[in-house]
């Protein structure tokens, strides 16, 4: 083992320095030689020290015990295989999966081709498989070689992505066709009259006329309601924050709906002393949605209740009530789904869009509500929202701007 050596220069002027006062004072010149050459090895002595020792790094190995306590709370379901069997499985492994994998074979309890050959393999990697747990599941397993015989699994559910994904293609194809068909009728009756403009008499003329706007009007209806879904949708997260009674909205929205030709069918029963936080726009519209809906899926001969009043659980409670031929409870669940109708052909006959009571739901969710839909065969259709009175919101005192998130609300889609 050798010495680092750093070289005492200093140390040695000093005693160079001293040798030349010994000699200016007349000490013996052995004398003074002698004190410089001990002075200047004792230097070279000190300075030479010892390297430092080499930092020998120690792996420590990974037990199956601290595996355990470091997965052991993680949200992730994650699995620990020794050899491909699983040793640990976390709280989260053992709600997906169950408890009895543990000392099974991996490649047994997963059974997908996939995941077998990814585990197989012994690589590190990846395997997207399909009814691990429920049938339409998506799961993203993740696998990471601890050691030679050690593997971390991790399990990552991709199936809300994956129904997302196929929500939005479904809203897109079901936009296309909707807005494809009333083009069609609109090009085809305009290419006919451009075509026979001398041969075609004035009546089947203003027939074609009357069409094209009637299909003019329900593409711009369509248009409006889209429009109308992707503002609930970009701000359901910013929860409204100004002060409006609710009373005098429900009247004005709901004669808005009905016009003048429906106006007697109205049936208000209001309670003007409501006061919520909300956006006006936006409550309007529920309104104006609720009471069109009910006025033309209603018997034409029998009125619409509209009645707003406050609920055994202190909230807002306003419900618009038909009574019509009634919706089959098979359809109940599935109202508030884009585009859903139940009569495709009467709904189009009246110029309903399909998109009225998704834009209910979006808005209803907004102001942190509940909707709820109720059905009776041959005897009409209730429609009920419940909102948050102003007096009870503990969020008053906040400054105006964007809220919490919006807690789930039960759907019906």
Request: net charge negative; charged share 25%.
């Amino acid at each position: 083992m050798g010495f680092r050596q750093s070289f005492p220069l200093a140390g040695i002027l000093l005693a160079i320095v001293a040798f030349v006062a010994m000699l200016l004072l007349d000490v013996e010149p052995i004398l003074s030689l002698a004190v410089l050459v001990v002075w200047v090895g004792s230097l070279v002595l000190v300075s030479g020290q010892p390297p430092e020792a080499p930092q020998t790094v120690v792996k420590e190995s990974v037990s199956l015990d601290s595996m355990r306590d470091l997965i052991e709370n993680s949200a992730t379901p994650v699995l620990v295989t020794d050899k491909n069997t699983i040793a640990i499985a976390n709280a989260a492994a053992r709600r997906v999966m169950g408890r009895h994998m543990l000392g099974q074979d991996a490649r047994v309890t997963f059974r997908q081709p996939e995941a077998i050959a990814l585990l197989n393999s012994n690589r590190n990697g990846r395997a997207i498989v399909r009814g691990l747990v429920r049938r339409q599941d998506i799961w993203e397993i993740n696998r990471q070689a601890v050691d030679e015989q050690m593997a971390v699994i991790e399990l990552i559910n991709q199936t809300a992505e994956a129904d997302i994904s196929r929500a939005h293609t479904d809203f897109v194809a079901n936009a296309s066709h909707e807005l494809r068909t009333p083009l069609a009728a609109i090009l085809g009756y305009v290419e006919t009259l451009s075509e026979s403009v001398d041969s075609l008499d004035s009546p089947t003329s203003k027939r074609f006329l009357n069409t094209i706007e009637s299909e003019g009007k329900r593409l711009q209806s369509l248009i409006s309601d889209l429009m109308s879904l992707s503002r609930v949708e970009a701000e359901k997260h910013d929860l409204p924050r100004e002060l409006i009674a609710l009373g005098p909205l429900v009247e004005r929205a709901a004669s808005d709906a009905a016009g003048p030709d429906r106006s007697q069918r109205l049936d208000l029963d209001l309670d003007r002393d409501l006061n919520v936080r909300g956006d006006r726009q936006q409550l309007e519209q529920l309104v104006r949605n609720l009471v069109d809906n009910a006025l033309k899926y209603g018997n034409p001969d029998s009125p619409v209740k509209v009645a707003l009043a406050v609920s055994r659980d202190k909230q807002a409670r306003l419900s618009v009530v038909d009574e019509g031929e009634g919706i089959s409870a098979e359809h109940v669940p599935h109202l508030t789904r884009r585009f859903y109708r139940t009569d495709p052909g009467r709904s189009r006959a009246s110029g309903g869009t399909g998109l009225g009571l998704a834009i209910v739901k979006h808005i209803v969710e907004r102001h942190r509500g509940r909707l709820d839909i109720e059905s009776d065969l041959g005897k009409g259709t209730r429609v009920t929202v419940r909102l948050p009175l102003a007096e009870s919101e503990g969020n008053d005192a906040l400054p105006p701007g964007k809220g919490d998130k919006a807690p789930a609300t039960p759907e019906l889609s």
